[in-house]
C-alpha cells in the first residue's frame, strides 16, 4: 500500500540557518506533492504544491524539490526565523485521479530558537 | 470568504452517545472530506465527497456517517460513540482537477468520548 514517511519527528535549529525537511514515499508515483503548515490547535495550511514534471519549486524563503527516482522531497526553508516554528506536513495526491484523496505524513515538528 | 467552518471547538461526549460534527465552506467547492487527526498517527481520511448527493469512504470510515445535501455543507455523524474516536476533526475542501489541488482545512473540532 501507498506509505509517505516524514523522517524526523522534531527538528531544532537556530534562527538564520536553513532548515531542511524530508518527505520519501514508496508504492507509488503521485502526480503531486503538497507541502502544509500546521500551528498548535489550527487546522492545515497550504504553502506548496509540486508537480511531478517539475524539479524545484520556490516561494519566498521556501523551496521544495521533487525527486521521483529517489522518491523525495525536500522542504527548504531559508533564513529562518522564530515564527517558522510549526509542525510541517507532507501530502501526496493518494489516487492521482481527479477526486485527489490526500494522504499525508505525519510531520515534522520544526523548533527554530532565537 | 468565511472558508471552511467547523462547529463546535470541543466537545465531550459520553460512551455510546451520538453527535454530529458540522462543516460548511462558502468557496462553492465541490470537493469536500473528514480527516482525524491523532498524536502519532497523522491525518487520516475518514469520508469525502466529490459533488452533492455523492460520498464515498476513506481509510478509516467505521463508526461514521456522511451526507451531503448541498455544495456547501458536509456533516459527519458519529453514531455510537466509542473512546477510541477521541481526537481532532478536520473537515476540507478543494476544487478538484482544476490545476490548484490547494485542500482548504477547517479550525478542526476537538472530541473526547468518555
Known amino acids: 500500500s501507498q506509505k509517505i514517511e516524514q523522517n524526523s519527528e522534531a527538528l531544532n535549529i537556530q534562527e538564520g540557518k536553513t532548515a531542511t525537511l524530508t518527505c520519501n514515499y514508496t508504492?507509488?508515483?503521485?502526480?503531486?506533492l503538497q507541502w502544509y503548515r500546521q500551528d498548535p490547535g489550527r487546522g492545515p495550511v497550504f504553502l506548496l504544491l509540486?508537480?511531478?514534471?517539475?524539479k524545484e519549486k520556490r516561494k519566498e524563503r521556501l523551496k521544495v524539490t521533487f525527486d521521483t527516482t529517489l522518491k523525495q522531497s525536500l522542504f527548504h526553508i531559508t533564513a529562518s526565523q522564530p515564527a517558522d516554528s510549526a509542525t510541517y506536513l507532507c501530502a501526496l495526491d493518494g489516487t492521482g485521479g481527479s477526486q485527489g484523496n490526500l494522504i499525508f505524513g505525519k510531520g515534522t515538528k520544526l523548533s527554530v530558537k532565537p | 470568504n468565511a472558508g471552511v467552518t467547523q462547529t463546535p471547538k470541543f466537545q465531550v461526549l459520553k460512551t455510546g452517545q451520538s453527535m454530529t460534527l458540522q462543516c460548511a465552506q462558502d468557496?462553492?467547492?465541490?470537493?469536500m472530506s473528514w480527516y482525524r487527526q491523532d498524536p502519532g498517527m497523522g491525518l487520516r481520511l475518514i469520508h469525502y465527497s466529490v459533488g452533492a448527493g455523492i460520498t464515498d469512504q476513506g481509510e478509516v470510515p467505521n463508526g461514521y456517517n456522511v451526507s451531503r445535501s448541498t455544495t456547501e455543507d458536509f456533516p459527519l455523524r458519529l453514531l455510537s460513540a466509542a473512546p477510541s474516536q477521541t481526537s481532532v476533526y478536520f473537515c476540507?475542501?478543494?476544487?478538484?482537477?482544476?490545476?490548484?489541488?490547494?485542500?482548504?482545512f477547517g479550525p478542526g473540532t476537538r472530541l473526547t468520548v468518555l
Open positions: 509540486i508537480r511531478e514534471n517539475e
Open positions: 468557496m462553492n467547492h465541490e470537493y
Open positions: 508504492n507509488y508515483s503521485p502526480a503531486y
Open positions: 476540507a475542501s478543494r476544487v478538484p482537477g482544476q490545476g490548484s489541488d490547494t485542500q482548504y
